[in-house]
């Protein structure tokens, strides 16, 4: 693409439009981060294929996928609008301060992982905003341009995104010491599934999809219960409730590999299939603008790098 093959645009806020959504793959995800509805950008993009006189994305059933013109576009426009941008924003550190970065991700590996390992970041004046949720509600807020990291088990869709992949984590299956003994006293030739019929579980939902996974792998079948004894709303909780006799559950090692060395958690047995989650940090298009999204993202791939857990070992 040459500039001789191109109608002028005018209305610098149209190639914002289309960078907005090339970057987000679709104009409904590209509106909140650009403040307006879908249809003004729809109707904003329509104008700027006009002028251009090219077309710029192919409508898919969801979301929309840039051609080859349009990727060239992105790539030649991505840099100066960002930088344009950067300044128009405060993003820049005119002030001696650079601006937040807007990390999200899990609350439990935030808060026993994460957090502590950007500590020294922070205490040398970067600053970061934290937000958590769920994988696929985050992906899209990321797409619309709210977080600028994100720390996910969900890989994204689209070459937009920069994923990196940050570590393995282990899934174990886990129970107080009382319990455990009851599991190590069943009859001969009876598999640990079968003794935990008797059992209550704990999970984080009623679906159980961490203990279904684990099932599967590991034993071929469905998981036999309907649902949960008891449904807590975090890990962190699991864990307690586990610890405190009221079942078992299946827990990144992660999280309770403190309680394991320490004997008031047990594994119920050493899998012949670990099962594993990869856990990606994911970097938002233009997020590097900002140089603290850099030093947060190296530090935490250095944690990942340097953690005494072997499953959080980059992948």
Not at 143 to 152: A, F, Y
Request: glycine residues 8%; aromatic residues 2%; negative net charge.
């Amino acid at each position: 693409m040459t500039t001789s093959t191109l109608a002028p645009v005018q209305d610098l806020n149209l190639l914002r439009t289309f960078l907005a959504v090339h970057r987000a793959g679709s104009f409904t995800a590209a509106a909140p981060a650009l403040g307006l509805t879908q249809p003004t950008v729809t109707a904003q993009i329509r104008s700027l294929e006009e002028q251009l006189g090219r077309q710029l994305f192919q409508r898919l059933p969801r979301g929309v996928e840039p051609t080859a013109f349009a990727r060239e576009l992105a790539e030649r426009i991505s840099g100066p609008l960002d930088d344009l941008d950067v300044v128009a924003g405060g993003n820049c550190e005119l002030d001696g301060r650079t601006a937040p970065v807007h990390l999200a991700g899990p609350p439990e590996l935030l808060c026993s992982h994460v957090l502590p390992a950007l500590a020294p970041l922070v205490a040398g004046g970067v600053r970061v905003h934290v937000a958590t949720g769920e994988d696929e509600e985050l992906l899209e807020q990321l797409r619309e341009g709210r977080h600028d990291l994100l720390i996910t088990a969900q890989r994204p869709r689209g070459r937009a995104l920069s994923v990196t992949e940050l570590a393995e984590e282990e899934h174990l299956l886990v129970a107080a010491p009382a319990w455990a003994g009851r599991v190590e006293a069943r009859s001969e030739g009876v598999p640990v599934c079968a003794a935990l019929a008797a059992v209550p579980l704990v999970s984080t939902a009623d679906d159980m999809p961490v203990v279904r996974r684990y099932w599967r792998t590991q034993y071929g079948k469905q998981h036999p219960a309907v649902g949960p004894a008891l449904t807590v709303p975090s890990l962190h909780a699991v864990i307690a409730a586990v610890r405190a006799g009221a079942g078992y559950s299946v827990l990144p090692r992660s999280l309770c590999a403190a309680d394991l060395a320490a004997g008031s958690l047990v594994q119920l047995q050493e899998p012949e299939r670990p099962r594993t989650t990869t856990l990606m940090l994911v970097q938002r298009p233009g997020a590097e603008q900002n140089s603290a999204t850099g030093q947060v993202a190296e530090a935490l791939l250095e944690a990942a790098r340097t953690a005494e857990n072997p499953r959080l070992a980059p992948a």
